[in-house]
């Protein structure tokens, strides 16, 4: 079984300073690949928002059914088509919903994104994983986490301590996220049965 507790050692690492490659999920994973083999799950989906419908309807189901989470999933905001939505990180286990999103105005071109309200969302999930949760979710491996900051740290806080990770990743992001992945990666197709599937094998 593959020794995970300097895995964490990845927080502050740049993407390019890690190596490594994904596994598509095919079916049950081999008896040697149980347990630490694939603790990262990562969704592929395309579609503006798709992602975090898929994410969030996840993490309902596993809550309604008792789970311990921990991480954060994300709900867009669009209330007026003429305006980019407001996206919202609800975080799981801590019942708080952070606003993450800048209001810019209508013709801005710059990062909506407010690093501070991250960081704080960031915080609340990292406080969670003292409870031992079943499942850490994160909304996405994105272009802060590419960067080493978002949920990049509590991504390799959950791993270090044998929480597996759920999480969803662009295309242009892949290159990055499996090399921070080191192996440890494993696609799953991008539907409820399959993810469910995924965290009932990994999760026990």
Not at 29 to 58: Q, W
């Amino acid at each position: 079984m593959r020794d995970l507790s300097s895995f964490s050692l990845l927080w502050d690492k740049p993407a390019g300073q890690t190596r490594g490659r994904g596994r598509q999920s095919a079916g049950p994973l081999p008896e040697t690949e149980k347990g630490h083999g694939f603790m990262l799950g990562y969704l592929i989906v395309e579609g503006r928002g798709a992602a975090d419908r898929l994410l969030f309807s996840v993490a309902e189901q596993l809550q309604a059914k008792g789970w311990a989470l921990a991480g954060a999933v994300q709900v867009n905001d669009e209330r007026d088509p003429q305006a980019r939505c407001d996206m919202d990180l609800h975080v799981l286990a801590r019942d708080r919903v952070v606003r993450i999103s800048q209001n810019l105005g209508a013709l801005s071109r710059g990062c909506r994104l407010d690093p501070a309200a991250l960081a704080s969302a960031v915080g609340l999930a990292e406080a969670a994983l003292a409870s031992s949760p079943r499942l850490c979710i994160v909304n996405k491996f994105g272009k802060a986490e590419v960067d080493g900051a978002g949920f990049r740290p509590l991504i390799g806080a959950a791993m270090a301590q044998g929480i597996p990770v759920l999480t969803s990743v662009s295309r242009s992001n892949l290159e990055a996220f499996l090399r921070f992945a080191e192996g440890l990666g494993e696609e799953i197709d991008p539907n409820p049965t399959a993810v469910l599937d995924w965290c009932h094998r990994h999760c026990g």
